[in-house]
């Protein structure tokens, strides 16, 4: 809403919530999430065109165009637990758009939905609202922003997806909307469909990217068998026109609020339709990514001698990917809890993920159908006496590493390529491991200094070799 309240100056955009303190915090100088570039583009605007209220009711009643973008989570018990998307914050905003609505609006599905949401929301939105001759169209306009480049993004978008319905009101509400991306987007960037086709794009896109990096890290694993190297395959297979380099990074595992809960609502949404076999297919990328993490682990306490019971280990980054405090299904979450298990005792750096988050993350439950997940079959979560007990947090990477066995880079922090791995090394217990779970780091150099390596589907240092035979 900031990028359209920037761009088309003409535009009032209010940008309600319930919550006072996340208002209170897009109104200061603190914001309440990181995204690069996106405080310069709130600063601009707020105060001319652009307000962040409370006043929910107020404005959504005058405004002609409602963006509605509330959480959309997994189910977590009833019917498709673990899978289903819950839509009750849906329903609720539509409940509350009809009380007030005296005016026709278009309304726009910005949330990541199952296929014919709108038809259900219309059917809340018409039979709660008083006044008969008010008229709700509904649009699905899904964003495809990537978080840490989001404003970037915006910006210059790939393309805009607008569905809508086949009908004279429905092609209007597509143009109305069209008219004010087309202000900063080329006109052949907007892409138009019915609105059955653009609720699914955005689902699927999502499972295709995941799907791309499950199928690099299971070549990882491959590579580790064969002595190939993940990145030199990567780099083949990018060179190909018909495949492309993006989403080819091996890593210890995809994250993020998106990837893993809209490949478990595509996959409900298959087996709700009869498609097990298609449910299946889609279900083995989470189950991969799943894999990759284990594996991980597994390696850790393999190449420390099969124990790393009593052992600091320095886990370098908790958000889900660089240039975000996001932390949703973060697989250092994953990481921390197989080494927890271990009896392991972990210090945690990141540079945006705040000591309570890291602490509330590694308490919280994961879904029953998810469990056991870790290598040595331990339940999770575990306690917050035994979060604290095993888990310390700290602010600078250098008083992380301090007396650690090991360093785990989690996060691909630009920062942690830069780092001065003398004053590391000569700081920690030896032998000194580095299980690079990014691939970031330079491991010739950090062999020169002294330090046993290990990347993801690269070739494995012989100390380790020697471990695994």
């Not at 199928?215 to 030199?232: F, P, R, W």
Request: with cysteine; charged share 20%; aromatic share 8%.
């Amino acid at each position: 809403m900031a990028m359209i309240a920037l761009k088309c100056p003409d535009i009032q955009v209010a940008v309600v919530d319930l919550n006072q303190q996340r208002i209170d915090a897009w109104n200061s100088e603190c914001l309440p999430i990181y995204e690069p570039g996106l405080y310069e583009v709130v600063k601009a605007c707020r105060g001319r065109n652009l307000i962040f209220s409370t006043d929910c009711r107020r404005h959504v009643a005058e405004a002609d165009i409602i963006f509605v973008s509330v959480n959309t989570p997994t189910k977590m018990t009833g019917v498709g637990a673990g899978k289903a998307a819950d839509l009750a914050y849906w329903e609720g905003a539509a409940r509350m758009i009809a009380s007030v609505s005296t005016t026709s609006k278009i309304i726009v599905e910005k949330s990541t939905v199952p296929v014919k949401t709108a038809e259900a929301i219309g059917k809340v939105l018409r039979r709660n609202c008083a006044d008969p001759d008010v008229h709700f169209e509904i649009l699905s306009n899904p964003e495809f922003l990537a978080e840490g480049t989001a404003v970037k993004d915006l910006e210059a978008p790939d393309r805009v997806l607008i569905g809508g319905r086949d009908t004279q009101e429905g092609r209007a509400a597509v143009e109305a909307l069209s008219a004010v991306y087309e202000q900063w987007v080329p006109r052949e960037r907007v892409l138009r469909a019915n609105l059955w086709s653009a609720e699914l794009s955005k689902l699927t896109a999502n499972a295709m990217l995941a799907q791309r990096i499950s199928s690099i890290n299971s070549i990882s694993a491959l590579c580790e068998a064969t002595g190939a190297d993940v990145q030199q395959v990567a780099h083949a297979l990018g060179t190909d026109s018909r495949i492309g380099s993006k989403f080819l990074n091996a890593s210890v595992g995809f994250g993020g609020s998106c990837f893993q809960k809209d490949i478990l609502n595509l996959v409900y949404i298959c087996e709700s339709v009869g498609l097990e076999r298609v449910a299946q297919y889609w279900h083995s990328v989470i189950q991969i990514n799943d894999y990759q993490k284990n594996r991980f682990v597994e390696r850790v306490i393999s190449g420390m001698f099969n124990t790393v019971s009593g052992k600091k280990i320095a886990i370098l980054g908790f958000a889900f990917k660089k240039d975000t405090g996001d932390t949703r299904e973060t697989p250092a979450i994953d990481v921390c809890h197989g080494l927890i298990a271990d009896d392991a005792c972990l210090c945690i750096y990141d540079p945006q993920v705040s000591k309570d988050q890291i602490y509330r993350d590694l308490a919280a439950p994961k879904f029953q159908w998810d469990l056991p997940m870790l290598p040595n079959g331990a339940q999770v979560p575990f306690t917050d006496s035994q979060i604290e007990k095993s888990v310390s947090i700290s602010s600078d990477p250098y008083q992380a590493s301090a007396g650690a066995h090991a360093l785990c880079v989690i996060t691909e922090w630009d920062e942690f390529a830069d780092l001065d791995y003398e004053r590391i090394y000569a700081s920690m217990s030896k032998p000194a491991f580095i299980f690079d779970g990014r691939n970031v780091l330079d491991h010739g150099r950090l062999q020169s200094i002294g330090f046993i390596t290990y990347g993801l589907g690269k070739p494995i240092d012989p100390f380790l070799r020697s471990q695994q035979c």
